[in-house]
T-cell receptor, first 113, second 112 residues
C-alpha cells in the first residue's frame, strides 16, 4: 500500500520570498511522483512530475522539486513567489506498473503582499 | 480543445433523490476516474475505468455507481443521495502509467 503525507496544511508567505512545500511518501515499490496545483473553483493541473533520471525536476511557473529516495521525499520549492501562486498544492504518487494515483491532503499556499 | 468537461457544475439535492454526473473527455484516454474532494482529505477515488465497458471500485465506492458505455464518457450515479455525499466531485482521465491525469473543473454537490 502507498501513502502520501503533506507535512503542512497551510503555508503563509510574503510575496517574493522563497517557499518549500513538503511531501513524504511511503511505498513498497517504485513510484512516479507528481505535484498538482488547484486554483479556486478549478480542477487540478499538473505542475511537474518525476518519472526517472535526474532527481531535480523543473515544472511550470518557476516551481521545482527534488526527489530524495533515501528520505522518501519530494519537496516542492520556488525561489520567489507571486500573489498569483496562491492556491492549493497536492503531492501524488503512482506505482510504476500501475495507474491508480494516491493524493496527499493538500497544502494551501497563501502569498501575502 | 475542451479536455475534460463535467456537467453540471452545481447541484442541490434532497436526501433520497437520485442524480447522474456526466464526464466527457476528448483526448482519447483509456483511463477515467471519479474522485471526491473533502476539506483536509485530498482526493479519494470513488470508481475508475480502464477502458470502454469496464468499471471498478476505488477507495470509497459505497453509495455510487458508474458506467462507461462510450470511451469518451464516464457517468457517476447516486441512487439515493445522503448528506454524507455532499462534496466536490472531480472527473479525471489519462493514458495510464506514468502519464499525469487531466481534471475537469468539478461538480459541487450539496445534499440537504
Amino acid at each position: 500500500a502507498q501513502s502520501v503525507t503533506q507535512l503542512d496544511s497551510q503555508v503563509p508567505v510574503f510575496e517574493e520570498a522563497p517557499v518549500e512545500l513538503r511531501c513524504n511518501y511511503s511505498s513498497s515499490v517504485s513510484v512516479y511522483l507528481f505535484w498538482y496545483v488547484q486554483y479556486p473553483n478549478q480542477g487540478l493541473q499538473l505542475l511537474l512530475k518525476y518519472l526517472s533520471g535526474s532527481t531535480l525536476v523543473k515544472g511550470i511557473n518557476g516551481f521545482e522539486a527534488e526527489f530524495n529516495k533515501s528520505q522518501t521525499s519530494f519537496h516542492l520549492r520556488k525561489p520567489s513567489v507571486h500573489i498569483s501562486d496562491t492556491a492549493e498544492y497536492f503531492c501524488a504518487v503512482t506505482s510504476t506498473g500501475g495507474f491508480k494515483t494516491i493524493f496527499g491532503a493538500g497544502t494551501r499556499l497563501f502569498v501575502k503582499a | 480543445n475542451a479536455g475534460v468537461t463535467q456537467t453540471p457544475k452545481f447541484r442541490v439535492l434532497k436526501t433520497g433523490q437520485s442524480m447522474t454526473l456526466l464526464c466527457a473527455q476528448d483526448m482519447n484516454h483509456e483511463y477515467m476516474y471519479w474522485y471526491r474532494q473533502d476539506p483536509g482529505m485530498g482526493l479519494r477515488l470513488i470508481h475508475y475505468s480502464v477502458g470502454e465497458g469496464t468499471t471498478a471500485k476505488g477507495e470509497v465506492p459505497d453509495g455510487y455507481n458508474v458506467s462507461r458505455l462510450k470511451k469518451q464518457n464516464f457517468l457517476l450515479g447516486l441512487e439515493s443521495a445522503a448528506p454524507s455525499q455532499t462534496s466536490v466531485y472531480f472527473c479525471a482521465s489519462n493514458k495510464g502509467g506514468d502519464q499525469p491525469q487531466h481534471f475537469g473543473d468539478g461538480t459541487r454537490l450539496s445534499i440537504l
